[in-house]
């Protein structure tokens, strides 16, 4: 797995789910749909509430 943070933009701690915003469209404008299973793997953007962070998560499959 690989795990990416858009850190272009600094979000503070209340707006962290603006940054899940930003990472939803960056997918979408890259014709990427989160959770979609490919034969590579799937990319999901996540929003842990816990931690208050957002990420990109890439799972690539075993072959």
Known sequence: ?????????????????ERKALHDSTLSVNGITPEKEYDWGKVE????KRSNLSSINVYYSVL
């Open 1 to 17: 797995m690989a795990s990416l943070i858009n850190c272009d933009v600094n979000f503070d701690e209340t707006h962290e789910i």
């Open 45 to 48: 953007s996540d929003y842990d």
